[in-house]
């Protein structure tokens, strides 16, 4: 009996595994929430309240460059623990692994509230926070990995995409909830603001790893790794594997990330700096922000429904959507962010982030587990996301601010970067084969077989005769 029909049967027949599949569906979504909740604000407040506590302001737009550098520490760091918790996820299993990575991500996540500022420790303030963010960053390069193999490996197969992109919900829940939390802080008075109300959301979040760690440790191992460990063919050096056989499905799945990772972090830290860049510093943050909490929120509806959209027409067709509309996005998207309007500048992160980007994240979330074989899944997934994520997104701010700075706010180079970035990804969706419902007990990469045999039963007939009937 094939993967497909076993989950299938599973899916309808077991209580116990319809339980195990909401359990997993609640913990990822909650890592991820967790995740993106941090991140997000990070990057809000490295824009507009880090540049200034924990960096001289004898140059500001230096400290600004200074502050986006320390926030793209985290992403040097994510490879690093992609690697160790991913080679472990493949080894020991993917449950126990995701438990150890909220523990840490989280927990220097709530550290950072607790940091004492420049003012305080001098030079030891960026020093502090650059070490829990490379703590942070170290914990968060297995915890998406971890969620996207363990729903694709847990959903019933000919579903897959919509349950695999429900957990990245949380995604957009957490970056929603950074929004709103940060843009009601900032409603503050300024020193309130700058000396305590920075703080509180920071702290707040070990909430949600307490939460997450009591569900996630009451999870079963997945199916696939079950199965694994039953036929003795759990890999005994994932590394070498994944750099050896894997390396392509590695390469593809960076080139895959490189629009949905930058332009995500593009949309939701550059444009804010780019925005007060372009109209001074009397800008009004709690506004701007209103344009990724829009995001976020429709966010909430198109992963999931692209996800589902991937499970009728393929992973290919709908990924090249999303690729395709921010190439076509970027040049008009920095250009209207330039005229300096609140209004119109909220409504290009919002479409920026919840059309453009998400587009892409939906069917990703079947697609990258889809594209790696079971021996060493979790690790290839977790080097083409974390990798991706140094080059695209930790790069975007460093890079981005730099160009503001000494370009006086040129909307045309970010444009151009962001067009780069689509270009990478929009090719990358003509070099991987169909994955739609390959079977994930498969110890083959799907990158090395044609496109008939990557995708059970599924071709381009099957495809457009699904497309007519939509």
């Not at 962010?337 to 500048?345: H, I, K, Q, R, T």
């Amino acid at each position: 009996m094939t993967q497909t029909d076993t989950q299938r049967n599973a899916f309808t027949e077991d209580p116990e595994y319809a339980a195990n599949l909401k359990r997993a569906t609640l913990a990822s979504s909650i890592g991820s929430a967790l995740e993106y909740f941090d991140f997000a604000l990070y990057g809000l407040s490295t824009a507009l309240i880090f540049n200034v506590l924990f960096f001289p302001q004898d140059d500001p737009a230096m400290a600004t460059v200074a502050a986006f550098a320390t926030y793209g520490v985290g992403f040097l760091a994510r490879p690093f623990g992609g690697l160790f918790f991913g080679r472990l996820g493949d080894r020991v299993g993917r449950k126990v692994v995701l438990v150890v990575t909220i523990l840490l991500m989280g927990g220097a996540s709530t550290a950072i509230g607790l940091l004492p500022t420049y003012e305080a420790i001098g030079i030891w303030a960026p020093v502090f926070l650059v070490i829990l963010r490379l703590l942070q960053g170290f914990g968060a390069g297995a915890e998406q990995a971890g969620s996207t193999v363990l729903m694709a490996e847990y959903s019933p197969v000919r579903r897959r995409g919509f349950f695999s992109a429900l957990p990245f919900v949380g995604i957009q829940a957490g970056t929603l909830l950074a929004a709103v939390v940060f843009g009601l802080i900032t409603l503050l008075p300024e020193e309130a603001l700058l000396s305590w109300g920075w703080r509180v959301p920071f702290l707040a979040s070990f909430v949600l790893i307490i939460v997450a760690f009591f569900i996630r440790a009451r999870l079963r191992e997945t199916p696939t790794f079950i199965e694994l460990e039953q036929h003795d063919q759990i890999a005994e050096k994932p590394v070498r594997e994944i750099f050896t056989k894997g390396l392509p499905g590695v390469i593809v799945g960076i080139g895959l990330r490189m629009a949905e990772n930058g332009g995500s972090y593009m949309f939701q830290t550059l444009a804010l700096t780019f925005f007060i860049a372009s109209i001074g510093q009397n800008a009004d943050r709690s506004l701007l922000t209103w344009g990724v909490t829009l995001g976020s929120l429709i966010g909430i509806f198109s992963v999931p429904i692209t996800g589902a959209l991937s499970d009728r027409f393929g992973r290919r067709a709908v990924y090249r959507f999303g690729a395709v509309f921010m190439l076509l996005y970027s040049v008009p998207a920095w250009w209207l962010l330039s005229l300096g309007n609140y209004w119109v500048a909220i409504a290009v992160i919002a479409i920026g982030i919840g059309v453009a980007v998400n587009s892409m994240l939906g069917p990703q979330c079947a697609m990258l587990p889809e594209l790696f074989g079971n021996r060493h899944r979790y690790l290839g997934v977790a080097m083409a996301r974390e990798l991706s994520a140094v080059i695209a997104g930790g790069v975007a701010g460093v890079l981005g601010a730099y160009l503001i700075a000494v370009s006086n706010g040129n909307w045309l180079l970010l444009a151009i970067y962001m067009l780069v970035l689509a270009l990478i990804t929009t090719a990358s969706t003509f070099l991987v084969p169909e994955t739609l419902r390959r079977d994930l007990t498969r110890l083959d990469d799907a990158v090395k077989v044609s496109s008939r045999e990557s995708g059970e039963d599924v071709d381009a007939t099957t495809l457009a005769i699904r497309a007519v009937q939509w």
